[in-house]
Nanobody
Framework: VQLQASGGGLVQAGDSLRLSCLVYGITFDLYSMGWFRQAPGKEREFVAAISRSELLKYKDSVKGRFTISRDNAKNMVYLQMDSLKPEDTAVYYC????????????????????WGQGTQVTVSS
């Protein structure tokens, strides 16, 4: 199983970025997908999740700015990030969850069995 995250970069506050995650080795449409992030010196935290049927869950601080989506035909999950802020600076990870969808459990790292390598997002002020 491989999850390949891409699309990170260095942007200015207020800019947008779209992260992508290509997934190999699982039946993609049977998995919920999530995005997490880890800022320097901090714990990894939940950002967004999407269920097999496209139910959504977001971290409160990204609601209205970030949008998670998926394309089952391409085995891809995306994170559209708009109105980026310096506090969004982190390494972003995609992850796959084969369990039954639960919006609370979707925010927990232990719900995800497969992880990508991360992509760096840096937002300058």
């Amino acid at each position: 199983v491989q999850l390949q995250a891409s699309g990170g970069g260095l942007v200015q506050a207020g800019d947008s970025l779209r992260l992508s995650c290509l997934v190999y080795g699982i039946t993609f449409d049977l998995y919920s997908m999530g995005w997490f992030r880890q800022a320097p010196g901090k714990e990894r935290e939940f950002v967004a999740a999407i269920s097999r049927s496209e139910l959504l869950k977001y971290k409160d601080s990204v609601k209205g700015r970030f949008t998670i989506s998926r394309d089952n035909a391409k085995n891809m999950v995306y994170l559209q990030m708009d109105s980026l802020k310096p506090e969004d600076t982190a390494v972003y990870y995609c992850a796959a969850n084969g369990g039954v969808w639960n919006p609370i459990r979707s925010t927990r790292e232990e719900s995800y069995g497969y992880w990508g390598q991360g992509t760096q997002v840096t937002v300058s002020s």
